[in-house]
């Protein structure tokens, strides 16, 4: 096992409860927790059979949350990432993403900003966008950055 695995997966975790809770915050979406993790635990344990490998890793990887409008007319699948700095390696998990779900959408947190793009304009354009202030105010978007950092330093 990676020596650090544990310091990355609590980095992963506070940037999933920064999303979530910015989002909420922001009351645009009903924010719903979509891992494997959260919804099926029981389901997750039932299917380490080997005979349900493919259907429990393409559950393991969906998208870690659904952004669902309050009028229930739009849904974004969200994949949420924690990365010291923005690299090729996420252009390539946006294009593993899109292929395995269709349309979804990347947010990654990083110790300078966060980033929000669909995959498909991250395919497209080979980079990903900052997070724009039509999905969260600039206020909150500098709040939230000074959340992160009291958790996490580079």
Not at 32 to 50: D, V
Not at 79 to 90: D, M, Q
Request: overall charge negative; charged content about 30%; hydrophobic content about 35%.
């Amino acid at each position: 096992m990676d020596a650090k695995f544990p310091e990355k997966l609590i980095k992963g975790r506070i940037a999933e409860a920064i999303f979530e809770q910015m989002f909420r915050d922001q009351g645009e979406f009903e924010v719903i927790r979509n891992g494997y993790e959260y919804k099926t635990p029981q389901l997750a344990q039932s299917l380490l059979s080997l005979e349900h490998k493919d259907y429990l890793r393409k559950l393991r990887h969906a998208p870690d949350f659904v952004l669902l409008s309050w009028n229930k007319k739009q849904a974004f699948q969200v994949e949420v990432k924690y990365r010291s700095t923005i690299t090729h390696e996420l252009m390539e998990e946006a294009k593993k993403l899109h292929e395995a779900y269709g349309p979804c959408y990347l947010f990654v947190a990083t110790p300078e900003k966060f980033y929000f793009d669909s995959c498909t304009d991250i395919i497209e354009n080979d980079t990903l966008a900052p997070l724009s202030s039509s999905w969260i105010s600039e206020n909150l978007n500098e709040q939230y950055i000074g959340v992160m950092n009291t958790f996490i330093r580079k």
